[in-house]
């Protein structure tokens, strides 16, 4: 790579906060990031720490970036789409460093109720017959890898298993 084309990679051209907006929409065009992940990448991109707090300020003003939007679809697509469970879905929004009160935020709309439906729904689809404590216990680690509490994995597992006797 030449060193005018590392120029354009990294920021540490004369308008280096005009590099930094540039490198955040880009990534933001391609999929919505959290302020921890920009963040990140906008320090690998050698930016200037100044540039970065200015791009990241003006992006929330602007409504780019909002943690806790992004952990309320974060959340709302896991559970529908993959059948995520609560602990499962806390650790990924916190391993895209979300602040705490947003992952509370996002997963306090996720009643007892709803989750234990969710869990029903996915081990009708996924296990065709409960009748013995094999496939019980199979059918509960099945919940507990997707992040269900062990109290909804358990009473779904009964649940399913009762309906099919």
């Known amino acids: 790579m030449s060193a005018e084309e590392a120029q354009k990679h990294h920021c540490g051209a004369d308008d280096a906060e005009s590099q930094a907006r540039a490198i955040a929409l880009r990534a933001l ?66 391993q895209r460093g979300v602040p705490e009160e ?18 029903i729904t996915l081990l009708a689809r996924r296990f065709a017959a ?3 404590a094999r496939a019980q216990r199979r059918a509960w680690q099945f919940l507990a890898r997707r992040g269900y509490a062990s109290e909804v994995a358990y009473d779904a597992v009964r649940a399913v298993a009762k309906r099919r006797e």
């Open 29 to 94: 065009a391609r999929r919505e990031h959290t302020v921890a992940e920009l963040r990140a990448l906008l320090a690998r991109r050698r930016c200037a720490p100044s540039a970065i707090d200015a791009v990241i300020g003006q992006l929330e003003a602007d409504g780019y970036l909002d943690d806790a939007g992004f952990a309320r679809r974060f959340a709302a697509d896991k559970i529908e789409f993959e059948g995520w469970g609560r602990d499962r879905i806390a650790y990924a929004l916190r």
């Open 130 to 132: 409960l009748s013995d």
């Open 102 to 119: 947003h992952v509370e935020a996002a997963l306090t709309a996720r009643d007892y109720e709803r989750e234990l439906e969710a869990a």
